[in-house]
């Protein structure tokens, strides 16, 4: 007799980037057209060689670096989150309002672990994002999907109407994954004051906020004085320093709430890894300016996104920013299999619409969400190429 599965866990979807890595097992590409891989939102490149110097002077000289350290992360670098959040979006943030976690989908998974349990229910738009919905499903929390309207926008009206008894939150991402809206302001507003209204915690992941086309905040939300009392704000440092593999994010929270969350990670990491602190530390002390290219270049692959499908016959691009391009094909194979089919036919891996929406929707079986940045423009006029020249 096998040991039991927690029923919660087995019934949740496996990770997604690692059944489409599967898709590849046995294929051999033509030289003349390798693979073009958009199936993940992770730069490929390495830190650049500043950061890399200052992680190994750390590594070598600072023991500290090695030990232990505090449950809710470097004092530095949650003083550096709270000061510079407090600058570029007008509010007032302190250093015990941060915490530092091993990147934002732990954010998440502490946030959540705060607000809900077996039974509860959590309010997230569709298309969403497949870990934040995994979570909630290992932890026999409802995801309540919330369908978005044009451009991939939610509306707070929509999702005042599927507020219960059971609900606990609401989640947005933006600039969105894997949409890759960027939320007007007056939209994060709209579902602050919902929020507050209701007794409800508002989640907002902004893993990709260093690639938002518009400039200055995205939102006021900071602003209010009594922020706290309603928003849970995440972070990651993966995309903006390439620190993918050393894993820090952060969580912006009340005081209180950060209390709960530290019992959640002294349980599952008992600190964040100290180099990669000390590497986003020091990145946001240093790279400013080295991040401004990096969004520029992203925004640039974006344009050329869009002038892509704009040129590619009955395709329809639903969505495009930070790291994605969410589309609808015109096949009649669902998503699931015309995804498959990509790798054999036109040597591009990527992901289908059906990873992104609740099981059986019928608009993720003609949806494709596409991670662009992985992709240089030289990539990026190769796979519109390919998608051209198509026959299924």
Same mark, same amino acid.
């Given at each position: 007799?096998?040991?039991?599965?927690?029923?919660?866990?087995?019934?949740?979807?496996?990770? +997604?980037?690692?059944?489409?890595?599967?898709?590849?097992?046995?294929?051999?590409?033509?030289?003349?057209?390798?693979?073009?891989?958009?199936?993940?939102?992770?730069?490929?490149? /390495?830190?650049?060689?500043?950061?890399?110097?200052?992680?190994?002077?750390?590594?070598?000289?600072?023991?500290?670096? !090695?030990? %232990?350290?505090?449950?809710?992360?470097?004092?530095? /670098?949650?003083?550096?989150?709270?000061?510079?959040?407090?600058? =570029?979006?007008?509010?007032?943030?302190?250093?015990?309002?941060?915490?530092?976690?091993?990147? *934002?989908?732990?954010?998440?998974?502490?946030?959540?672990?705060?607000?809900?349990?077996? &039974?509860?229910?959590?309010?997230?738009?569709?298309?969403?994002?497949?870990? !934040?919905?995994?979570?909630?499903?290992?932890? =026999?929390?409802?995801?309540?999907?919330?369908? *978005?309207? +044009? &451009?991939?926008?939610? @509306?707070?009206?929509?999702?005042?109407?599927?507020?219960?008894?059971?609900?606990?939150?609401?989640?947005?991402?933006?600039?969105?994954?894997?949409?890759?809206?960027?939320?007007?302001?007056?939209?994060?507003?709209?579902?602050?004051?919902?929020?507050?209204?209701?007794?409800?915690?508002?989640?907002?992941?902004?893993? %990709?906020?260093?690639?938002?086309?518009?400039? $200055?905040?995205? !939102?006021?939300?900071?602003?209010?004085?009594?922020?706290?009392?309603?928003?849970?704000?995440? %972070?990651?440092?993966?995309?903006?320093?390439?620190?993918?593999?050393?894993?820090?994010?952060?969580?912006? =929270?009340?005081?209180?709430?950060?209390?709960?969350?530290?019992?959640? /990670?002294?349980?599952?990491?008992? *600190?964040?890894?100290?180099?990669?602190?000390?590497?986003?530390?020091?990145?946001?002390?240093?790279?400013?300016?080295?991040?401004? $290219?990096?969004?520029?270049?992203?925004?640039?692959?974006?344009?050329?996104?869009?002038?892509?499908?704009?040129?590619?016959?009955?395709?329809?691009?639903?969505?495009?920013?930070?790291?994605?391009?969410?589309?609808? !094909?015109?096949?009649?194979?669902?998503?699931?299999?015309?995804?498959?089919?990509?790798?054999? @036919?036109?040597?591009?891996?990527?992901?289908?619409?059906?990873?992104?929406? +609740?099981?059986?929707?019928?608009?993720?079986?003609?949806?494709?969400?596409?991670?662009?940045?992985?992709?240089?423009?030289?990539?990026?006029?190769?796979?519109?190429?390919?998608?051209?020249?198509?026959?299924?």
């Amino acid at each position: 007799m096998s040991t039991p599965i927690n029923p919660a866990m087995a019934a949740t979807d496996l990770p +997604p980037v690692m059944e489409a890595r599967r898709w590849l097992d046995g294929v051999v590409f033509p030289a003349d057209r390798p693979l073009i891989n958009v199936s993940q939102a992770a730069p490929t490149e /390495l830190p650049p060689l500043p950061l890399r110097k200052a992680l190994a002077e750390a590594a070598l000289n600072d023991p500290a670096a !090695h030990l %232990y350290g505090p449950v809710l992360g470097l004092p530095a /670098l949650r003083a550096e989150i709270a000061q510079q959040w407090s600058v =570029a979006y007008a509010g007032n943030i302190q250093e015990n309002q941060v915490a530092i976690t091993q990147g *934002c989908n732990q954010a998440f998974a502490a946030a959540l672990s705060t607000l809900a349990g077996a &039974g509860d229910e959590v309010i997230i738009p569709t298309p969403w994002y497949f870990n !934040h919905k995994m979570w909630l499903d290992m932890q =026999a929390v409802r995801a309540v999907p919330l369908v *978005c309207g +044009p &451009g991939l926008v939610p @509306k707070a009206s929509d999702a005042a109407a599927l507020i219960t008894p059971r609900t606990r939150a609401l989640v947005l991402v933006s600039p969105n994954n894997p949409g890759g809206a960027e939320y007007p302001a007056q939209t994060l507003s709209d579902f602050m004051a919902l929020s507050r209204e209701r007794g409800l915690a508002l989640v907002v992941d902004e893993t %990709y906020r260093d690639f938002d086309s518009r400039t $200055g905040a995205p !939102h006021p939300l900071f602003s209010d004085p009594q922020w706290a009392d309603t928003l849970i704000h995440l %972070y990651s440092f993966s995309k903006a320093y390439r620190l993918t593999g050393h894993r820090v994010g952060a969580i912006v =929270a009340s005081e209180s709430r950060l209390v709960q969350v530290e019992k959640f /990670l002294d349980t599952v990491a008992i *600190c964040p890894n100290q180099l990669g602190q000390i590497g986003a530390l020091w990145g946001m002390q240093n790279l400013a300016q080295w991040v401004a $290219g990096e969004r520029a270049e992203i925004l640039s692959r974006r344009s050329a996104m869009i002038r892509g499908f704009k040129g590619l016959n009955d395709w329809t691009l639903l969505g495009c920013g930070a790291y994605f391009a969410y589309v609808e !094909h015109p096949y009649a194979l669902p998503s699931d299999q015309l995804a498959k089919a990509l790798v054999q @036919k036109a040597s591009i891996l990527t992901l289908p619409g059906t990873m992104f929406q +609740p099981a059986g929707a019928e608009a993720a079986k003609r949806q494709l969400r596409i991670a662009f940045a992985n992709i240089d423009s030289v990539g990026i006029t190769e796979f519109f190429r390919r998608l051209h020249s198509l026959s299924l």
